[in-house]
Each structure stands twice: as structure tokens, then as C-alpha cells.
């Protein structure tokens, strides 16, 4: 392989491209070409901390178990011969040997012809036995006889020696993953320590300057670091042993001393961040000083992921994952996993598949394998596989997902109703009870709670009022959550409603004018005059909504033909408004009750926005339906909508 430099070592920030953006098979085997072979090294550990572990060696059975023949049953153990023509009508009579044999006891006296020795299950054969009769078809006399009414045969009863594993039989194959089965056939033979394969120390690094660990509090501007964890938990997940450095400051010095440090005892080094375009990015700048080959990969043909750099620094991978949390899971899983698990002695992870149906075109871009994930539900002929990414930015996603559908580099989409592979995130599909697509609220988990608690699994997906609309029209779902406002009749919902579909009223949220607390602009005034005062002044800044909430409506309802500074700052969320106007960046927005609460932010109620459920008619009778339709009326779950903000309907 050519160690061509793949980009320009320059500070120059518009020269620092990816010069090479290789397709993922091509990055993958140059990737493992670098790595492999390599020998897996191997520990002697007890066999009590093996679960998981690849074994390192094939091991032999050094004994036979049972050790001794052995009664399956309690009983009296005879000779076979003696009993073969017993029956109920005529009893064979047999005198009682002086011993009875338990578990853990050695038997002394032979079983003599006409005699039985009282037996245990688990109990060895005493010599002469060469079958056990059950305590059942036998009936004491006195207490030196018994009469047997059943006849047995040779070995009737009795496991012999090495029947379960015998002595020099391959016990267990190398590479085979240990678990409670194997553990016990190791502890059956008497084997307390096996040789494994080491798991590999893989050193993880986030950097960003931004970078807070969770449990500290966080500053302005600053974000948790969830890429220490995320990568951290995969690690330990796929055979490595992960040891993690904490998040380093985009400081070219630091971060080159913190990787050193980490490689002298580290096999591997993992580091998220830092490996793009933008200013700061300097980790894959350090790895061309830290030993050869160096670089092999930086720009994979991949979405999410297409920074992603892969190295090879003195026999050691070193891999920069995207920033993006949902990006660096991605590459972690689809491009270092297949490593991590060759070198830690591991076969490849088998991950279940199934085929679903997307109810929507997913657009793609030409020339990168793109990975989406999809929420499973179950629709009327298969499962439906509802895209759900919110980017790749986003944390969620990855929880939520069942699993994910690859696109082609060389698709430009797939089509609505098309059939797709899923890989799944779990061994089996989980179909949820009840499906709820559309429009997001808080209170939905308040009126969902109930149904948790009595064993029915809900999915929640959030498309949006008009999304939900559609998916109902095509009985993907249970319920599709609500508020369209029809300026036509001035009414909310019932106008949306089509064939099927039925409403059921859900809850109201007030939505209100939000300011911080003590602005004399707003505190103390009714919506008009604090409109007033607010357009009054060119220094007061708005944060709108975007174009098709129910919000903006109000918002372009209230403003008439003013467009005050702000107004094109139109974010798709109450938090998002809440959050902006918190931090300073505006001044005031309109924001549901609930959220401005929660935010601690002054409030001036506008209107009532009616949030409500529309049913699938068809799907009315099912359990959950009903279960969520009693949930909803009940008491309890007033209070509790009532508690957070929320007015039942
Ligand atoms: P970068 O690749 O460093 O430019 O980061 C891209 C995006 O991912 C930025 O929004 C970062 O704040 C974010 N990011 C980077 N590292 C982490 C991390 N460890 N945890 C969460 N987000 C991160
Ligand atoms: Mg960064």
C-alpha cells in the first residue's frame, strides 16, 4: 500500500480536505489489510470471571462425568437378573443389604444375588448392582426385605461413567464465546481456570473544547460528552477493555500528549471529535507523527460518518470517529467493531435482520452508503419501518430505533413501500402494542404511563400533526396525535379528520407570550400591550416558529404586518423558543405554559391550542386501544396532565 499523505499538512484551513474519500468495503480492507493476521494473546483467568470471554484453546475433558455409574432415581439397587420376571401379582422378594447409599457415599458391601442395597438418587452402584428399581414399585417387609413388583433391566436406572462426557473428548472448541452452559461443563470436569483471549485495552478520548463529563455542571456554549460513554460501553461490548482518558481540549499539544500517554498502555485508541474541516479539527494532524503506516483512511464514502479516520500507527489502530454522536455509533459499529472483535479473539457479531416495508420515500445522497434508522411497527400486511432519525446530531435516535436500513451509495432514495432489509439492535423484533404517530407532547407520556404499568408496550413516533394525519389514512398506527387549527371554521382538529378516523379528545396547552421574568416590556401586562411595548422598541429581539406550527399561527396573528428582528429565527420547537429566549439570545417568543414553566419564564396566556388524538376506527377494539382510551379518562391521568400544565379536555 502507497503511504501517500492524504492531505496537505498545512495549517491552512481551506487546503485541509479530504483528498481521498475511499468507499466503505475499500477503507474497511486496507483497514483490516494493515491489522491482520496478528496473533490474539491469551490469559489463564478463573473460570467464574469467563462469561463472555473467548476461549483462547480447545479444551479436553480430563475426567469422566459421572466419575462412577450412577442411580438416576431413589430406589434399591439390584441385580437385574434376579427381578427380570417380577410383576404385581408376583413380587420377587429381595433381603436388604446394612447400607444405605446417599449421595457422597462410597458403598462397602456388595449386592449379592437376592439381596438390595436402599440407593439414592446420585448415589454410586455398589459392586454386583447392575440396576435400580424405584422406591414406587417396591413394598417394605419388616425392615430387613422388600418385595419388587416391577421387573427391570441391565442398566435400568444407572448412568454410566463417561455417559456424559467422557474422559480425552473434546470439550469445548478455541474461539468459542463462554456462557453459564459452557462455564458449566468446565466446572462438571473440575476446571476452575481457562486460557482466553486478552481482552484488548483500548484507550477512548473525546476532544472538544465544549466537552463537560457528565455529573459536572454545565457552563454556557458547553455540552456533556456522550461519546466517552457511547464509545466506551461499545468497547466493553465487543470484547475490548476500554480505558477512558476523559475529553481532551482541541490543543494540539495536550491532545498529542494525551494520546501518547494513552497508547503506551493501550493496544488500540479511539478518539471522537476534531475530524473535520473546521478550525480546531487537529487529531488526525498528530497521528502522521505517532508511527507507520499512519493514516490509511480519512473520508469514507458514509452517512452518517464520512469523516470518520482510520490509522495504523506501529501495529496499533487508531481510530477518530465523527463528533456526532449518531455518526461516531455508526462508524463505530459498522467499521471498528469487525476489528475490535479479530483482535479480541471474538467471532464476527451475527445481528438479526428482518424485512420491512418504508411507508415514506427516504431521499439519500448519491455516492455514501447511507445508514437510516427506522422504528418497527406492525401495519396491516408486515412491518412498516418508520425512519427516525433526527440527524446526526442527535443522541435519541440511536435509543429509540429498533434498528437501521442501508441505502446504496449508488441510490440516490428508496421509494415509498419499498421492502427493505432492517438490521435490528436487539435479537428479536419488538412490535409495540400501541402506536402513536404524530405530532410530540409532554403530556403524552402522562397519558401513557397507565398502559406501561400494565404490561403494554407503547411506541411514540414524532412526524408531526399532518405526518400522523397521513399514517393513520394508511393504518400504520394506533392514534395520531393532533393540533391542526383550521382558520376557515376557527375550529381545531375535527376538519382534518377523513374516512376512518374518529377524534378523541386529548388536552389543552396554553400557549402564552414568554419573556424572562422582571423585563419591564412584558412583566404586569395583557398580551396587546406588551406586543406594544415590545415592537416599540428596535432593540427587542423575537425567536418565531417555523412555517406549519400551530404556534406561528398565533405568532403571525399577534404580529400583523410587523417583522421585528428575530422574526426569521423559526426553530421547530417549544423548548428550542424557551431555551433561546432563557439564554439571551431573544427576547421573547410564544411557547406552550408547560415549557415556560420548566424554563423559568415569565408567561401571558394567548389561546388555548387543542391537542387531540385521532383513532384509527378499525383499530378500536384492540386491547391497548382500549387500555390507552381508559387511561386517558381517568382520573389519575387529569391530575397528572393537570399537574404539569396541561388542561384535560
Ligand atoms: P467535531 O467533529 O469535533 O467538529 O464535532 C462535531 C459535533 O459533534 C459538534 O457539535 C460537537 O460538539 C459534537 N461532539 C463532538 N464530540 C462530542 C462528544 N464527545 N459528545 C457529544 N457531542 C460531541
Ligand atoms: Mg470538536
Known amino acids: 500500500m502507497t503511504n501517500t499523505p492524504l492531505f496537505r499538512d498545512s495549517g491552512n484551513l481551506d487546503q485541509d480536505q479530504f483528498l481521498t474519500i475511499l468507499t466503505r468495503e475499500e477503507a474497511l480492507e486496507r483497514f483490516e489489510a494493515a491489522l491482520f493476521p496478528r496473533a490474539v494473546a491469551s490469559e489463564r483467568i478463573a473460570l467464574s470471571e469467563a462469561v463472555g470471554r473467548a476461549l483462547a484453546r480447545d479444551i479436553v475433558a480430563p475426567i469422566d462425568v459421572p466419575p462412577f455409574d450412577r442411580s438416576n432415581v431413589d430406589g434399591f439397587a439390584v441385580r437385574s437378573a434376579d427381578v427380570a420376571a417380577a410383576n404385581e401379582a408376583r413380587p420377587v422378594r429381595a433381603r436388604l443389604n446394612d447400607e444405605v447409599i446417599t449421595c457422597g457415599t462410597a458403598p462397602k458391601k456388595p449386592v449379592l444375588s437376592g ?24 413394598q417394605p417387609v419388616g425392615h430387613s426385605a422388600i418385595e419388587i ?140 507523527r505517532l508511527g507507520k503506516p499512519g493514516i490509511i483512511a480519512h473520508g469514507v464514502a458514509l452517512k452518517p460518518g464520512k469523516p ?52 415514506v420515500r427516504i431521499a ?30 442527535a443522541i435519541t435516535s440511536f435509543a429509540q430505533a429498533d434498528g437501521f436500513l442501508r441505502i446504496d451509495a449508488l441510490a440516490d432514495q428508496m421509494p415509498a413501500g419499498a421492502e427493505a432489509e432492517v438490521t435490528l439492535f436487539t435479537p428479536h423484533v419488538r412490535v409495540p402494542d400501541l402506536v402513536i404517530v404524530g405530532s410530540h407532547c ?40 393532533i393540533h391542526l387549527f383550521d382558520p376557515n371554521t376557527e375550529t ?31 412583566e404586569g401586562l395583557n398580551a396587546e400591550a406588551a406586543m406594544r411595548a415590545a415592537l416599540a422598541d428596535s432593540a427587542c429581539i423575537m425567536v418565531n ?16 404586518d410587523a417583522r421585528p428582528d428575530g422574526y426569521w429565527n423559526q426553530p421547530k420547537s417549544h423548548n428550542a423558543v424557551a431555551a433561546a429566549i432563557a439564554q439571551q439570545r431573544a427576547d421573547w417568543g410564544v411557547t406552550i405554559a408547560p415549557v ?31 387500555a390507552f382510551l381508559q387511561g386517558l379518562a381517568s382520573e389519575e391521568t387529569r391530575a397528572a396532565l393537570e399537574q404539569a400544565g396541561f388542561r384535560k379536555a
Request: glycine share 14%; with cysteine.
Open 545 to 560: 416558529r417555523n412555517q406549519g406550527a400551530g404556534t406561528r399561527i398565533l405568532i403571525d396573528r399577534l404580529l400583523g
Open 115 to 138: 439381596t438390595a442395597t436402599s440407593i439414592a438418587t446420585g448415589g454410586p452402584l455398589p459392586r454386583g448392582a447392575d440396576a435400580v428399581v424405584m422406591i414406587e414399585h417396591t
Open 442 to 481: 409532554t403530556g403524552l407520556d402522562l397519558a401513557t404511563a397507565p398502559l406501561a404499568r400494565s404490561g403494554f408496550s407503547v411506541r411514540a413516533i414524532a412526524v408531526g400533526s399532518l405526518g400522523g394525519l397521513a399514517a393513520a389514512k394508511r393504518g400504520e398506527c394506533d392514534l395520531a396525535p
Open 149 to 288: 413388583r416391577r421387573a427391570a433391566s441391565p442398566g435400568q436406572f444407572v448412568s454410566y461413567a463417561g455417559s456424559d462426557i467422557a474422559r480425552g473428548e473434546g470439550l469445548l472448541r478455541a474461539g468459542t464465546v463462554i456462557g453459564s452452559r459452557e462455564i458449566g461443563m468446565c466446572a462438571a470436569c473440575g476446571i476452575a481456570e481457562i486460557s482466553v483471549a486478552r481482552r484488548p485495552r483500548v484507550g477512548v478520548i473525546s476532544t472538544g473544547d465544549e466537552l463537560v463529563q457528565p455529573g459536572s455542571k454545565l457552563g454556557p456554549a458547553e455540552i456533556y460528552d456522550s461519546n466517552g460513554a457511547i464509545v466506551t460501553s461499545a468497547v466493553n461490548e465487543n470484547g475490548g477493555e476500554a480505558i477512558f482518558f476523559g475529553a481532551v481540549a482541541d490543543d494540539e499539544e495536550e491532545l498529542e500528549a494525551a494520546m501518547r500517554g494513552a497508547l503506551q498502555s493501550c493496544e488500540m485508541l479511539i478518539l471522537s471529535g476534531g475530524t473535520s474541516k473546521g478550525a480546531g479539527d487537529i487529531s488526525h494532524r498528530i497521528i502522521s
Open 492 to 522: 381545531y382538529n375535527t376538519p382534518f379528520l377523513g374516512d376512518g378516523l374518529e377524534l378523541v379528545p386529548g388536552w389543552r396547552r396554553m400557549q402564552g407570550i414568554v419573556f424572562r421574568k422582571g423585563d419591564a416590556r412584558f
Open 308 to 359: 470518520l479516520c482510520l490509522a495504523v500507527c506501529d501495529g496499533k489502530p487508531i481510530v477518530i470517529l465523527p463528533g456526532f454522536p449518531t455518526s461516531a455509533m455508526f462508524t463505530f459499529h459498522d467499521m471498528i467493531v469487525p476489528v475490535l472483535r479479530r483482535m479480541a479473539g471474538l467471532p464476527p457479531r451475527s445481528d438479526s435482520k428482518v424485512i420491512a416495508k418504508v411507508p
Open 364 to 393: 439519500s445522497e448519491l455516492g455514501r452508503t447511507e445508514f437510516v434508522m427506522v422504528s418497527l411497527v406492525e401495519g396491516a400486511d408486515g412491518l412498516i419501518a418508520y425512519p427516525s432519525g433526527k440527524g446526526s446530531g
Open 596 to 626: 415556560a414553566r420548566d424554563a423559568g419564564l415569565g408567561f401571558i396566556p394567548l389561546a388555548e391550542e387543542h391537542y387531540d388524538f385521532a383513532l384509527v376506527k378499525a383499530r378500536k377494539t384492540r386491547p391497548a386501544v382500549q
